[in-house]
Structure formats: C-alpha cells, structure tokens
C-alpha cells in the first residue's frame, strides 16, 4: 500500500485537506476527491483543456498538473465563477446568449482560459483571443461562436 499524503488546497477561496498519492493530478483530486465535476477531463494528456483551471491567475491544464504541487496555491474552477451578487459569470453568460456552448464538454475549460486572458488583457483584439485559447479544443461549434462569446464579454472586463 502506498502512503497518502495529506496537503492543504486552496480551492474557489475554501481551504480544502485531502489525502492524496504523489503522482494524482489535481484533475483527478478536483472530480474524484472533492467532487468538482465541472473540470473535465478529455484527452488526460494535456492536448484538449478541457481540464483547464486557474493556478494563481494562470491558466493549467489541470490533468498535468500535479496536485501536490497545487499546494499553498489559489485554484479557481469553473464552479469558482462567480459575477456580482453570486450571478453567473459574465463569461458564462456570454457562451449561453452567443450560443458558445454545444455539447458543453470543452466550456468549463474554455471559459477559464478566457478568464485567464481577460484578467491580463481585458481588450484582447481577436488574433489574441485566439492565441489564449490555443490548446483547447472543441469538437462541436467550429469556434466561430466561442470567440463570438469572448469578443461581446470582453468590455465588461476593460
């Protein structure tokens, strides 16, 4: 039996302990361990984002990322979204009235790198949209719609 190791996560701005083994990935400690099932995990080799979260404002993609190395760290998830007054967020709301959202699996993942390239380019021209999307992949919508999403949410960064 391998030994656990009991870390201190600080997740959505709760502080969590959790045993975990060295090598799970903070992917599998979100969804299996804490029950945060909105990071997803697709490919599990860190080619789709689907498992992006924020780690101190930087967008991960979290099935890479080890959770031992999360800790002391501040990790937001998709479930950490929050606008005013606990609302959804502006980015959220912007995926649903663009149509950003087909079958949902990548969203999570694309909002939060969104989130990530809005909080340090609040006027991203769409060349850097791109850019700060680039390895998260979508199978459904073509992209058109996602960076629509982005493009209209992001004057309420700037």
């Known amino acids: 039996m391998r030994m656990k190791h009991l870390i201190s996560l600080r997740i959505n701005g709760r502080e969590e ?6 090598w799970w990935s903070l ?3 979100l969804r299996e361990v804490l029950m945060l099932t909105g990071t997803k995990i697709g490919c599990g080799t860190g080619d ?3 498992c992006t979260v924020l780690v101190d404002g930087k967008a991960v ?6 959770a031992m ?11 950490g979204l929050k606008g005013e007054n606990g609302k959804i967020h502006p980015l959220q ?13 990548c969203t999570p993942g694309m909002i939060m790198a969104a989130k990530a390239l809005l909080d340090e380019n609040p006027n991203p021209n769409e060349v850097e949209v791109k850019e700060g999307l680039r390895g998260n ?3 459904c919508t073509g992209y058109s719609k996602i960076l629509e999403s982005i493009m209209a949410v992001k004057k309420n960064f700037a």
Do not use: M, P, W
């Open 17 to 22: 302990n959790v045993y975990v083994q060295a």
């Open 69 to 79: 190395k999360a800790r002391g760290k501040d990790i937001t998830t998709i479930e």
């Open 93 to 105: 709301k912007a995926f649903v009235e663009h149509f950003g959202v087909q079958c949902g699996y």
């Open 27 to 29: 992917a599998y400690v």
């Open 61 to 66: 993609k979290s099935c890479l990322f080890l």
């Open 48 to 50: 789709c984002g689907a």
């Open 137 to 139: 992949l979508c199978r």
